[in-house]
């Protein structure tokens, strides 16, 4: 069972950046595909990014598109977002996610409703 500890979220200026990280626990981080979501007040939760076991592939969501950057280090089990250029509608709770099996049933569970792992979430707050 995957654990997941999220970090990196804060306050910034529209224009700004930060770069989360989670954290997984387990020795099987490469059985994963690793993803992140977001839910701003009042909206449902969506899909942010996802990246494959071997970072092969990646996938966004059109409102991050050019402006955020998935990553993963295998070796230190933990996988990042860069986000720039950030707006204020990007203010949100980010959680992250774990998708296990093959890359594409994966990379299509993490961009539907996500696997069956999730972090506690860090706030990300970007002001006007």
């Known amino acids: 069972q995957e654990q997941l500890v999220e970090s990196g979220g804060g306050l910034v200026q529209a224009g700004g950046s930060l770069r989360l990280s989670c954290a997984a626990s387990?020795?099987?981080?490469?059985?994963?595909?690793m993803g992140w979501f977001r839910q701003a007040p009042g909206k449902e939760r969506e899909f942010v990014a996802g990246?494959?076991?071997?970072?092969?592939?990646?996938d966004y969501s059109d409102s991050v598109s050019g402006r955020f950057t998935i990553s993963r280090d295998n070796r230190k089990n933990t996988v990042y977002l860069q986000m720039n250029n950030l707006k204020p509608e990007d203010t949100a709770v980010y959680y992250c996610?774990?998708?296990?099996?093959?890359?594409?049933?994966?990379?299509?569970?993490?961009?539907?409703?996500?696997?069956?792992?999730w972090g506690q979430g860090t706030q990300v707050t970007v002001s006007s």
């Open positions: 990246i494959s076991w071997s970072a092969g592939t990646t």
């Open positions: 387990s020795r099987t981080f490469t059985n994963y595909a």
């Open positions: 996610n774990a998708a296990r099996g093959p890359t594409t049933q994966a990379m299509a569970v993490m961009k539907s409703t996500g696997g069956d792992y």
